[in-house]
């Protein structure tokens, strides 16, 4: 099963960059679906509004909020591994 990954980003954003290289990693251990939502488009601000996401990039799992600004790997992969365990 695969996990729903939305990346809420802006153009010349070096920290969306760096999101989608942290995603890319991840995603070779486990199934994610990465949809990437541009902040300037009306669905975009209306997640970010509804996530509290203040700069890109977003990420909401499951559309549900998990970080802004510089993405952690560590943080997603223990996230994403205590979900895998628990399912």
Do not use: N, W, Y
Not at 21 to 37: F, G, S, T, Y
């Amino acid at each position: 099963m695969s996990t729903t990954v939305t990346l809420l980003t802006q153009p010349d954003c070096h920290l969306c960059e760096h999101a989608k290289d942290v995603l890319a990693r991840v995603a070779r251990d486990h199934p994610l679906e990465v949809i990437e939502v541009d902040l300037r488009t009306t669905e975009g601000r209306r997640l970010a509004d509804g996530a509290g996401v203040l700069f890109a990039p977003g990420v909401l799992l499951e559309g549900r909020p998990f970080a802004h600004g510089r993405l952690s790997e560590r943080k997603l992969r223990k996230t994403l591994d205590r979900t895998a365990r628990t399912t």
